[in-house]
Structures are given as C-alpha cells and as structure tokens.
C-alpha cells in the first residue's frame, strides 16, 4: 500500500513540475487567459470591429494641438492574444486585445473601404499577425488582413 502511495505522489509530482516547466519556457501560456498565437501564419479571427480616432505624427499624442488626426481601424477581441517574441525587454512583448488592422497590395485601399462599411459589427478576419514595433501601428500586435467578413452572430 505504501508503495502505490509512492508512486501516486511521485506521479503528480511530476506532473505538476513538468506543467511548471512548460509555463517557465514559454512566458506566453503563463499570462492568464492568453492565447499564444503564431506570427506569419494565416489565421482566422473572430471580434468587433471598431473606428478609432486618434493622435498620429508627429507626437502622437504629446503634443495635440501639433499631431495629426489619423482614423484607424481596430479588431477588438474578447480574449487576449500574443505572439512569440524574441526581445528581451518585457515592454516588446506584450500581449493585446485589440489589434489595428492593415490592408496590404494593389486591392488594400478597396478591402480596407469594405471594412469601414462592417465598422461596429461583429466580423471575421482572415490573415497573418506580427509585432507592432512602430508608433504608427498603435498595437503591440497587428494584424495584416486579407479578408473581413460579417459574423453570423
């Protein structure tokens, strides 16, 4: 009887440090209701599409009455996504849930007036996520969308 004990202890024991492991090695499972998502890959998402009107260049937002009123596109999301990072500053890497949108090649302009026209509805978006590194992509992750759709919802 003792023995099964052992090995049952010994069993979650395990367990419960091999959890711990996976959680140290990748810093995105470990942020609570995270979703870790890869970067560069086609992905279909699911949130809110909204218009956001804010501060461009050349402070964005430091100095209003100088900055430029820009409008952007924004996905709002209903969970909190990340994706790998390979900086070392915390700051590089944080994790979002709202994602601005762009539009890239010859049909971007047109794909991007669709959207507007879906603005404050639930859509679907198809496309690849990377790092949000300039002042002008607003978002620490952005997403490059190929498609936007109405939900059914």
């Known amino acids: 009887m003792k023995k099964e004990r052992l090995q049952s202890y010994l069993h979650r ?11 140290a090695c990748n810093p995105g499972f470990a942020q609570t209701g995270t979703d870790l998502l890869p970067e560069k890959e086609l992905i279909t998402l699911r949130g809110k599409l909204v218009i956001l009107h804010t501060y461009g260049p050349p402070g964005y937002g430091e100095d209003k009455s100088r900055d430029a009123h820009v409008t952007i596109l924004l996905l709002k999301l209903k969970r909190t996504i990340n994706i790998p990072c390979n900086s070392s ?8 849930k709202d994602l601005r949108m762009f539009f890239e090649g010859a049909d971007g302009p047109k794909r991007e007036r669709a959207a507007y026209a879906l603005a404050n509805q639930n859509v679907v978006v198809t496309g690849t996520l990377r790092r949000g590194v300039a002042a002008g992509e607003y978002t620490p992750v952005v997403v490059i969308a190929e498609s936007v759709g109405r939900t059914e919802k």
């Open 89 to 96: 500053e915390a700051a590089d890497c944080k994790a979002t």
């Open 13 to 23: 024991s395990f367990l419960v440090l091999l959890v711990g492991v996976v959680l």
